[in-house]
Every structure is written in C-alpha cells, then in structure tokens.
C-alpha cells in the first residue's frame, strides 16, 4: 500500500533516490547528489513524458535520453530497473561500479542497454544529444510522408552546471540553436554545486540568457524539488515549440533530503555515510531496509513496460501501413536501420596507376567521397569551416539547414570538439548513418576527447584530416601536426591511416566505411603525391605491405607512411643500383598491421633482417617497434617552422639524399 504520508508520485521519487543512495553506500563510491536531487524531474520525463519500450531497448521510433551529468548514472540505472529493462537487475545495482557489472561508474553504450551514449567527460552528452537530434532531423525529412510520420521522436538530455561550463557544450547547442532542432529538450540540474563548492566561486553568467542568445526556447522551474507539475507544463511546452531546441532550467537542492549534506560539495561525489543515510531515510519517511523497493511504486514505473509495448504496436501498424504505399522507401529504411550497406557499394570506390599525374590525398579524399556519396545515401558530414581546404563537400547534395534535414553537407563552423562530439551522437542514433567530419589535422588535439569516446563507444565516425606534416608550409607550427600522428596512435580501437597514394586512400575508405563499430582517422597530404606501382585498395587492410621487394633476403627495409613512401622507393631505386637487396615497406595503419598473424608480419617484416629504417614526417614515438635496436629513423622530434612546405622538407631532412645516407650508414 501506499504509505499515507507519501504520494504515489513521491514514492517513486525517493525510490529513484533511495537507489542512489544505497548503491553508492554499498560501493563506498560515487555520486548520489545529483540522482538525489533531478529524481523528481527524471520521474516525471520518464513517467509522463517519454515513448520507450523497456522490453525492446533498440526499438527505432523510441525517444532518446541523455544523462549528460553522467557521474550521476545511478539516476539512470534506477530509472532502467524501475520501468523494467532487464538490462539492469536490483543485483546489478548492488554491484554499482564493480567488476563486471553492468552499472559501471558512468554510463556506457556499450555496457547497458538502454543508455544510448557513453558519457561522463561533462559536456559530451548534451554535444551527443545534437547529434541524436540532427539524425532524427535528417531521418524525418529524407522518410516521412504527409500521411506517414515514421520518423518521430524527441532526444531529452539532462545536463548539469559542469557540462555548462565544459566548452564543448557551447559549440555544439549554439549549433543546434542555428539549426532549429525543435526535437531536442534538455533540463537543466541547476543546482550551483561543483566539486570545489558553490558556483559562485566561478559561475555566475546568466545560462538561460546564453541559451537564449543561441536561439533556444527557455524556460525555467523555480522550485524543481516538489514542484511536479511545473516541471511537466514546461515539458508539455517544450514539445509544444517545433522549431528551435529547448532549454528548460530546473533549479534544485543537491543531495535533496539529506539534512546534514545536502546544497554542499560534499554530496556530490561521496557515499553520505552510515549516519547521514539513517539519517536521510527519517528525514524523507524511508521505512525501507536498502534496496527495497515498495510494492506500489514498482507497479507503477512497471506500467512503463505495457505503455512501451502498446506504443511500438502503434508504431508497427504505422510501419506496415508504410510498407504498404511505399515500398521503395520502406527497403531502404528497412535496410539503413538495420546497419546493412548498400550492395556493392565499394566498387564505386577509384582506383589508379602510376601512369596518371599524382594529386594530394586530399584530392584523392575528395574524390572518394563523391564516389561514394551516391552509392552510400546514408554518408553524412562535414567539416569545421574548412571544406575548401579539407575538400569534404559532397557535390549536389545540398546543405544541412533549418527546414533543409534531408541534405547531408553538414557545416559545423569552427567547431572542431563540438563536431566531434556531434558526430558520435548521429553514429549512435541506429539510424544507420554513416558520419565523417573534417578539420586539419593539428586540430584533432581540439576534438581529442570526442575522438577517444568515439572509439570506447565503438562508433564508426570517419575522420578526415588534411594538411597533416610540415609540408602543408608558411602556417608554420601552430598547425604543423609533427606529434598529433603518434599521440593518436596510442588510443586503443581507433584505426589510424595514412595513405601514401590513390590507391591507399581509396583503401583506407574502404576500412573506415566497413568499420561500423571502429572509428577511422585519415591523415592526408596538402602536396601531391604520385601514385605507386603496387599498391591498391586490397592491401591497405592489412596495415603494412611490401609494396616493392629485391631477389632473395633483403639487406635492409625501408619502411614509410603516407607522403615519405614515394621517397623510400626512390632511396630503394638508387641503392639497388649500387647493388643493395632493398625492401620497401608501406605501412599506412599501425592498428591493422598488429591484428595480422604472425606468420604474415614475418613475411613482410622478417626478423632476420635487422637492418630497418623508418621514414615519417612526424616524431620518432613508436617506431622503434619496427626498426628494432640496429634500425634507425627519419622523423621530427621538434616544431616546425614557417616555411614553404618544399623547403621545410628538405630542411628537416626529408631528401632523397638525405635518406640515402642514413641507409648507407645502417649498411655499414
């Protein structure tokens, strides 16, 4: 029964915050303040608000969440268990942060099912809940039909004080305030409580006036603790606006109820201790031993499994009346959404050979991506205001605006972390689009945090990246990238390419576009390149190649990347005339070359010949593994200067005469 002193509502309520709360106890690890204090505005989203279906997680048609605040996640785990996920059991809960379990310490796509993206890093989740907008901005306008709105549902997100202060978060929701994506809503925990106290210390711009000035609707719930009815008005008004975002601020007690922790520092990221948990159980009139859920508020948040499955029936009589009248574009819908690529689409991919007049591998990028714009319909992207020099526009295919979703040139200003992040969430969203994005690549240091929770999260963004050595020239070396190459190297499951041809970049699209769940840095050149004899597309899925070998075990390998492979087979030309076994090695992706067995790294790197030099415009980090102690390299262990790129070439050593005397040095 319900307990007279208590509303069903709140009930519920402090069955959100007394999860929390036990969880993080148990565990002697976490953060119960927020979950304590936007339980009441989470209920009433999900209770009221929210399409979902608990038993079918992946349903298309179902509304996203977003707990940017994702030190919170116990907020999200016990609303998961509460309306009956079977991702996420009470023993789950118990085991918050512990190994193995499925209630890691922040919110994994990858780990639970029905938390949509990985967040934590603040900022990234309400930068990913764009994305999720904009692909279902994109999905609506390229699908519905004035009879049929297959596509239609909301992306909310629940964001804090920190991801208001994390730049990412301005870059991508002034984005979205440009586009007018009238189907995102975010409610903002306004709390003024970060780790090192009251905001107050550093945080007191006005946010709703900032909102505002981005071209958001704004609202605001003065009293977001009891206030239920406020906070579903505002929602309810939310929706009611269809062209631009909403920003809804809900201001709140943090660790609301606890008596002696709560609108402190304290509770944020602490278990409140024995003391303060009996304490907050008297105080909120919890007669509950931990994790007991009372019978009436499980019932309650359990309808949510009924309602789910009732709306993704209606839906389904939606989708077969669909199929019915249109079934061209059911196939293709049909197809996109369950990750299947269009049949063939890699033959579309150009090919090339030695015969025709070398271009820069941006060139060869753009190439590739008009190739496979057509036969891929779901590729979608842009760059950070640099097209012209990134060369990422997909001709005939229109621009990304406001009213204008169904086109796929994205343009995302000089944004480059926002960018990233946004991608992540258009990846994330199962609608099967396939995203790029683009800037130099010095700049990935800009969107590095993105580009490392692209490939934790397993998202198969492609990252298209120019001007990437000192050849790029005058700029000088604050866009020189003589480190950015090794530094992304080491972030685990992201595959990092760098083509020396045509032929090798039209391979690394190749990989990048069947890596659905990996994602893909291409590092291209400003300068033209020619093309090689021996390389193709095949070939670069295997990492590294022999792309040009003598007559019986060589006497010493040269082993390049991208633009300094041309130079190694020159060198290996001018050696064999003198008559030195000479191996050239084309080594495009790192990644690739260490998932090949054994016996195919012995063929192409054999340990027999010690003598190995390694030839990359970039820092000599890491290339010790190939060239063993008796090896060498040619790499820039410096900055760049502000030169013509030809001359910094040469300067820094990058000649063929140069490179011929570190040879004949290792060969004694």
């Known amino acids: 029964m319900v307990d007279p002193a208590q509303s069903l509502e709140e009930l519920c309520i402090n069955s959100i915050r007394f999860l929390a709360i036990d969880a993080v106890e148990k565990a002697k690890s976490g953060h119960p303040g927020l979950p304590m204090g936007a339980a009441p505005m ?3 989203l999900w209770d009221r608000f929210m399409r979902f279906n608990p038993k079918n997680p992946k349903w298309y048609n179902r509304d996203r969440f977003v707990l940017s605040a994702g030190h919170g996640c116990m907020l999200q785990y016990a609303l998961l268990y509460l309306t009956g996920y079977d991702s996420v059991t009470l023993d789950d809960i118990k085991q918050f942060r512990q190994w193995g379990s499925r209630t890691p310490g922040h919110p994994e796509n990858f780990e639970t099912e029905g938390v949509e993206v990985t967040t934590g ?5 309400i930068a990913n809940g764009v994305g999720l907008a904009m692909a279902e901005a994109h999905d609506a306008a390229t699908f519905n039909k004035p009879d049929a709105a297959l596509v239609d549902h909301y992306t909310y997100v629940i964001l804090g004080d920190g991801c208001n202060m994390e730049g990412v978060s301005g870059e991508a929701c002034s984005l979205a305030g440009h586009l007018g994506l009238g189907k995102l809503i975010a409610l903002y925990d306004d709390n003024h409580i970060s780790i090192d106290g009251n905001t107050e210390i550093s945080f007191t711009e006005d946010v709703s006036k900032r909102f505002e000035a981005y071209g958001w609707h704004v609202l605001h ?3 977001g603790n009891t206030d239920l009815e406020s906070i579903a008005d505002a929602i309810a008004q939310a929706k009611a606006v269809t062209d ?3 920003f809804i601020k809900v201001t709140t007690i943090i660790g609301y109820g606890s008596p002696n922790r709560q609108n402190t520092a304290g509770v944020h990221g602490a278990a409140l201790g024995a003391d303060e948990v009996a304490a907050t159980r008297k105080n909120l009139g919890w007669n509950y031993e931990p994790f007991e859920i009372p019978e009436d508020a499980l019932a309650h948040t359990r309808k949510a499994v009924e309602r789910g499955a009732n709306l993704e029936t209606e839906w389904n009589k939606t989708w077969a009346d669909y199929k019915a009248k249109y079934p061209q574009e059911a196939a293709e819908f049909e197809r996109r959404t369950s990750g299947i690529l269009p049949e063939g689409w890699e033959k579309s991919l150009p090919t090339f050979t030695p015969d025709e007049k070398g271009k820069a591998t941006r ?8 190739a496979l714009a057509p036969a891929i319909p779901e590729l979608i992207g842009g760059s950070a205001d640099l097209t012209h020099s990134n060369l990422t526009e997909i001709k005939g295919f229109g621009n990304f605006q406001k009213g204008q979703y169904q086109n796929r040139n994205l343009r995302f200003g000089v944004r480059e972390h926002g960018m990233g992040a946004i991608c992540n969430g258009i990846g994330l969203h199962g609608s099967g689009l396939v995203p790029y994005c683009a800037t130099f690549l010095v700049f990935a240091d800009y969107m590095r945090a993105a580009i490392r929770l692209a490939a934790l999260s397993e998202i198969g963004v492609i990252y298209v990246m120019t001007h990437d050595s000192i050849a790029l020239g005058e700029d000088g070396p604050t866009h020189q990238p003589v480190e950015t190459i090794a530094s992304l190297r ?3 499951n992201l595959l990092v390419m760098r083509p020396a041809d045509g032929n090798e970049t039209s391979g690394a699209y190749k990989i990048a576009v069947e890596n659905r769940h990996r994602p893909t840095l291409i590092a291209l050149t400003r300068q033209a390149l020619p093309n090689l004899n021996g390389s193709s597309i095949d070939v670069v899925g295997k990492g590294a190649y022999v792309l040009s070998d003598s007559e019986g075990t060589p006497d010493l390998i040269l082993i390049g990347t991208g633009s300094e492979v041309s130079l190694c087979v020159e060198v290996a030309e001018k050696l064999t005339q003198v008559g030195k076994k000479v191996r050239v090695v084309s080594m495009p992706c790192w990644e690739l070359f260490e998932e090949q067995d054994a016996a195919y790294k012995e063929s192409v790197l054999p340990k027999a010949v010690t003598k190995r030099l390694a030839v990359e415009a970039g820092c000599s980090f890491g290339w010790q593994r190939y060239t063993g102690s008796e090896g060498d390299s040619i790499s820039i262990d410096t900055f760049g200067a502000s030169a013509p790129g030809g001359v910094l070439m040469e300067k820094f050593g990058y000649t063929v005469d ?8 290792l060969l004694g």
């Open 244 to 246: 631009k975002p909403t």
């Open 121 to 125: 890093p603040l900022g990234q989740g």
């Open 363 to 370: 060139q060869y990028s753009e190439g590739c991506l008009n």
């Open 42 to 44: 989470a209920f009433v």
């Open 221 to 223: 719930v003065e009293n």
């Open 658 to 665: 140069n490179v011929l005397a570190k040879a004949k040095a």
């Open 490 to 492: 080491v972030i685990p």
